[in-house]
């Protein structure tokens, strides 16, 4: 098959390296609109910690929510969920536009680095960020807060579809983010999408040139239809 031929990966590892490499979100979003997949931007509120953050990998969604007492035995799905990841995963976690939960933080981190995660998108708020900075870890927020996620909310489900900044995520999908925002491939789609960005890539790369040496953007999009 085509798709076959054009495919130059062999595994998400290297997958992933090239995308962090050779991609960004907004190539990525466009060819996810023209795959017909038009809602795979999450809110803008959810920001890199670092402008220069790029993440890429597997999703592995988490649903955390609030909660108004001290449970018997803190932390048991949140300890599950971050002891579950997988190389290549991002945690991507959605606190339902909570203001009280601050899920993640650097033992998080951490603990989700050792496992070989790629990092962390949280539609909600972290701790600990000089350490993290520190460490490298790509992470994505809406929020700094210092306050422990005990008695103020929960993990109640995890590797479960969610819907995180306004966008479904299933378990396997593939989230990129840098600092234009963070997009979701569906895993469905994900080789057509990917392989379109790459082509995009390259005629962004021939636009440019060309305009660089003074010819209009009329002719450009006349001739190469991108802009």
């Known amino acids: 098959m085509e798709t076959e031929e054009k495919r130059v990966w062999e595994n998400d590892s ?13 190539v990525i979003s466009d060819a996810l609109d023209a795959a017909g997949f038009r809602e795979q931007v999450l809110r803008h509120t959810i920001r890199p910690l670092l402008p220069e953050t790029v993440v890429v990998g597997r999703a592995m969604p988490v649903l955390c929510l609030d909660v108004y007492e001290i449970p018997d035995e803190p932390y048991q799905q949140e300890i599950a969920a971050v002891d579950s990841l997988k190389q290549n995963d991002v945690i991507i976690c959605s606190t339902n536009g909570s203001t009280r939960i601050c899920f993640w933080g650097e033992l998080l981190s951490t603990a989700a680095q050792a496992r070989g995660a790629r990092g962390a998108v949280i539609d909600g708020f972290i701790r600990d960020i000089r350490k993290i900075v520190a460490m490298r870890f790509p992470i994505f927020t809406t929020g700094l807060s210092p306050v422990d996620s005990n008695g103020r ?11 995180c900044g306004g966008v479904t995520v299933n378990p396997g999908d593939i989230v990129f983010g840098d600092a234009d925002g963070v997009v979701i491939i569906p895993q469905s789609v994900e080789q057509q999408v990917i392989e379109a960005a790459l082509e995009k890539v390259q005629g962004e790369n021939q636009t440019r040139d060309a305009l660089r ?5 009329r002719e450009i999009y006349d001739k190469y239809g991108i802009l």
């Open 213 to 217: 040496e003074g010819a209009t953007l």
């Open 153 to 163: 909310g929960e993990v109640v489900a995890y590797n479960v579809p969610i819907e």
């Open 14 to 26: 290297e997958l992933f390296e090239m995308m962090e490499d050779q991609l960004y979100a907004a």
